[in-house]
Nanobody
Framework: QVHLVESGGGLVQPGGSLTLACAAS????????MGWSRQAPGKQRELVAS???????NYVDFTKGRFTISRDENKNLLYLQMNNLTPEDTAEYFC??????????WGKGTLVTVSS
């Protein structure tokens, strides 16, 4: 139903910042929620942050105010601004959306590596 492509991952030093972007083939206005999840090596995938169509945000505790989710409606882009990164943030980051029937679509992910 929608093609999602993440970008912006890479290698960053501890304490550094990255901004991930997710480009959608359709407007995010078609979905009731969108978000970012991550999966670290050997661990289960976990939610990082979400954003509803009404603009309400939800952050998982470990983001501790370091991450910000936002979107550009005109460009069909979803962002995740990440500051003060730690090695524990190393993971593959995925964007995803849910429609009104709770059907989900996921991107293929972008790798974030936090290391000195």
């Amino acid at each position: 139903q929608v093609h999602l492509v993440e970008s912006g991952g890479g290698l960053v030093q501890p304490g550094g910042s990255l901004t991930l972007a997710c480009a959608a083939s359709r407007s995010f206005n078609n979905f009731i929620s969108m978000g970012w999840s991550r999966q670290a090596p050997g661990k289960q995938r976990e939610l990082v942050a979400s954003l509803t169509s009404g603009g309400r945000t939800n952050y998982v505790d470990f983001t501790k105010g370091r991450f910000t989710i936002s979107r550009d409606e005109n460009k069909n882009l979803l962002y995740l601004q990440m500051n003060n990164l730690t090695p524990e943030d190393t993971a593959e980051y995925f964007c995803h959306v849910s429609d009104r029937l709770m059907r989900e679509d996921w991107g293929k992910g972008t790798l974030v590596t936090v290391s000195s």
